[in-house]
């Protein structure tokens, strides 16, 4: 089966990249007829080959929009894989118990959710697939509707952390446990641990695995409060410089115009573009000062450089925003700590600074 898998990658990801849903939809097809089940082709063919267009979208290989139109595609050909006839299925539907699947509100990446949803399915579950960016109080409202056994919550991006802990405490009180999943939530899961999620799942089928042996419900009259599982937000520094972030993106450019004279030439599409990169590293700051998780920030960093050097811009054009960040910032302890550690990364990458203005 090894050969068939490898094979039906090959082919997926030739039809990804020229954007063939015929040809993808063929390789699915070809992959179950030769004997492959449906959650093999879910996750050993199409979320392997979306973690390949991902690596190509970072390594500057493909575009923002190239990658989109290949997760269309993958979104597409999921159908083919899962609507199969009843017996080929190992379990009964809705046999596993019921599940409700869903993105935190402000988290657009989907699919890892919706291939998670089509695997539970497989496996005999009943399955709400909410989608993505699922507003909290909607989420609450339609379990007290549907009284799922488990609520299971994706989040690629660690910027939604303080809304997925709001999510958790709150799907706990109805006395539903919940099931996170995602890159967002760390490797190992620590911060699925330090959000008190009931559970954490590195990927879909360890997912379901947990499932199968069932979670116990979580009693309401425990209900915590996020100072509760994060008692360092009682020094208020994630409040107030969340609170501030508009403005700091707004007094970060105007500093980086008046240290970098080369910015008063920027295209509009270049101004966006720096403004994009200046919230991206706020909102990341926010969220490693709600969670005292110092790598949540310099990872993030490391992992820009990685991008920016990528498309032949030096990880350093990002200095001069930490330390007007630090300028702006020096009465918040923690989050200066936190700006000198990412300092401290980008000083250690190896690419020299490129000239000042080049990034596009």
């Known amino acids: 089966m090894g050969g068939v898998l490898a094979r039906a990658r090959e082919e997926l990801w030739r039809a990804v990249l020229e954007r063939d849903d015929y040809a993808a939809g063929r390789v699915v097809d070809a992959a179950l007829a030769a004997g492959a089940s449906g959650e093999e082709v879910l996750l050993e063919v199409i979320a392997r080959v979306q973690g390949k267009v991902g690596a190509a979208w970072a390594a500057g290989r493909m575009t923002v929009a190239q990658e989109h139109a290949a997760t269309a595609v ?6 083919a894989t899962v609507h199969q006839p009843p017996a080929r299925r190992a379990v009964a539907p809705g046999a596993a118990g019921t599940v409700t699947v869903a993105c935190v509100d402000g988290e657009w990446h989907a699919l890892p959710a919706r291939i998670l949803a089509e695997v539970l399915r497989l496996r005999g579950h009943r399955v709400d697939f909410l989608g993505a960016q699922v507003p909290t109080p909607h989420l609450i409202a339609h379990l007290h509707q549907t009284a799922p056994d488990t609520v299971a919550l994706s989040s690629t991006l660690p910027t939604r952390l303080p809304t997925a802990h709001t999510a958790i405490t709150a799907i706990q009180a109805i006395g539903i446990p919940v099931l996170v999943g995602g890159a967002a939530f760390g490797a190992d899961g620590h911060r699925a641990r330090l959000l008190g999620a009931d559970a954490w799942a590195p990927d879909a089928r360890a997912a379901a695995d947990l499932l199968a042996g069932g979670m116990p419900r979580p009693d309401p009259g425990n209900a915590r409060q996020a100072i509760d599982d994060l008692p360092h937000l009682g020094d208020q520094e994630y409040t107030m410089v969340s609170r501030s972030r508009g403005q700091l993106v707004q007094n970060i450019l105007a500093g980086l115009e008046r240290r970098l004279p080369a910015m008063r030439s920027y295209t509009e599409a270049q101004h966006e573009r720096t403004a994009e990169d200046v919230a991206h590293v706020v909102d990341f700051l926010c969220a490693a000062l709600y969670t005292d998780d110092a790598g949540l920030f310099t990872g993030f960093l490391d992992w820009t450089g990685d991008i920016l050097e990528a498309r032949g ?3 350093r054009v990002l200095d001069p925003a930490l330390t007007l960040l630090r300028q702006e910032l020096k009465d918040f302890p923690r ?9 401290g990364v980008l000083r250690g990458r190896a690419t020299p600074p490129t000239t000042p203005g080049t990034k596009s």
């Open 74 to 79: 993958h979104e597409r050909v999921i159908a």
């Open 335 to 343: 989050a200066v700590t936190l700006l000198t550690e990412g300092s």
């Open 313 to 315: 811009v030096s990880a």
